[in-house]
């Protein structure tokens, strides 16, 4: 088949799907080049399904497989995210999230987040945190590891270089270890904990 008959027939294929996406406020398949104006589905719907950014695409709540260089949520994500730029999700996300640059998550987190930097703002979030960077603005309940660590009340393990707690219910391995509540010194090398 040449490309004269087979670029018509795609995308034909491409507005049938884009005018059947857009007939429903839940969408089952999203592509955007840039939100808000160049993306199939509009941002103040929702996608459930997959949800495909070249650029940047923005979505209300996607539950699904998110894929593009920057992928934002405004309220919640559920399933795989996974961009070489940004993974950005303003309520809460239960999955995983892998960006290669920057994940966050203002809200409450369960499952595996990762980037270069990986952010977790919500009270209870859980889960397994592997970035070079990884806060957590709240309490966290899991693994931390990366080259700096830091949380506002962990709860289980922090693997690193540095690792901080202002409030620690485990134990920190790295060759500087802060917690604020030590049950031995605040400041420690190589091992510090709280039980």
């Known amino acids: 088949m040449t490309l004269r008959k087979t670029l018509p027939t795609l995308l034909s294929s491409l507005a049938i799907l884009a005018g059947a996406a857009t007939a429903k406020a839940e969408a089952v398949f999203q592509f955007g080049f840039f939100a808000p104006d160049l993306q199939l589905v509009d941002?103040?719907?929702?996608?459930?399904?997959?949800?495909?950014?070249?650029?940047?695409?923005?979505?209300?709540?996607?539950?699904?497989?998110?894929?593009?260089?920057?992928?934002?949520?405004?309220?919640?994500?559920?399933?795989?995210?996974?961009?070489p730029g940004a993974n950005l999700v303003g309520g809460s996300a239960k999955g995983v999230q892998w960006s290669w640059i920057y994940s966050h998550t203002a809200g409450e987190f369960t499952g595996w987040q990762s980037g270069l930097i990986a952010r977790v703002g919500g009270a209870d979030s859980a889960g397994l945190q592997s970035g070079w960077i990884n806060l957590a603005e709240s309490d966290f309940k899991g693994l931390q590891f990366g080259l700096f660590n830091k949380a506002v009340h962990a709860k289980g393990v922090q693997l690193g270089f540095v690792n901080w707690a202002d409030q620690l219910d485990g134990l920190q391995i790295g060759l500087v270890n802060y917690a604020e509540n030590g049950d031995l010194y605040k400041v420690l090398p190589i091992v510090n904990w709280h039980f």
Do not use: M
Not at 47 to 56: A, P
Not at 58 to 82: A, C, K, M, P
């Open 43 to 83: 941002a103040s719907e929702d996608v459930k399904g997959l949800r495909i950014d070249f650029v940047y695409g923005e979505n209300r709540n996607v539950s699904g497989v998110d894929l593009g260089v920057v992928n934002s949520t405004t309220n919640d994500f559920v399933g795989l995210g996974w961009a």
